[in-house]
């Protein structure tokens, strides 16, 4: 089970730069993925000055800076971003303007590590019985050659006939 907790932070001239690092903090020690919605521009940001925020994180293989919003007051004043992050550490840096930049998303914290493994014994736990009930059933069915479904069907009467659908209808 995850819970969901609400990120933000700001950036400015004279904050330009924030590392959001759970995994660094021992009072965090379940798996933890950060999701950014969006960059908003405060209202007290310079007319006509471009404010770039950059991201810097792991790739599959190396580090990666990268812009991930250009804002502007007069033309653009939000971003609508949607990225998952689910590697720490995460840096955000105001590489131009002054700002104020909000970044705004969600901290998720996942289940405890020993929770992780508990829950995949459980689970090859649950498939092994569901292949030890399956197997039981297929051989109640194999001891006779036919699924007692048909063994039913197939049943003669006391005299050693088969029922007659007729007589059955005239009671």
Do not use: C
């Not at 798996?31 to 994180?57: C, F, H, M, Y």
């Not at 840096?91 to 909000?102: A, D, N, R, W, Y």
């Amino acid at each position: 089970m995850s819970d969901e907790y609400f990120y933000g932070v700001t950036l400015s001239a004279s904050h330009q730069s924030e590392t959001w690092d759970p995994e660094a903090k021992a009072e965090y020690p379940r798996s933890n993925k950060l999701l950014i919605r969006q960059a908003l521009l405060g209202p007290d940001a310079k007319p006509d000055e471009l404010n770039v925020v950059q991201v810097e994180t792991m790739s599959l293989q190396d580090a990666i800076k990268i812009p991930v919003a250009v804002l502007k007051a007069g033309e653009t004043r939000h971003a609508r971003l949607d990225i998952e992050f689910p590697d720490a550490p995460v840096t955000f840096t105001l590489i131009q303007g002054s700002g104020p930049v909000h970044l705004i998303g969600q901290h998720m914290l996942g289940a405890l590590v020993e929770e992780f493994e508990d829950m995949e014994e459980m689970e090859e736990e649950m498939l092994d019985e569901e292949e030890g009930d399956d197997s039981q059933f297929k051989d109640e069915d194999d001891e006779e050659g036919e699924p007692k479904g048909k063994k039913a069907k197939m049943s003669n009467n006391a005299k050693g006939k088969a029922a007659s659908p007729k007589k059955n209808a005239k009671k």
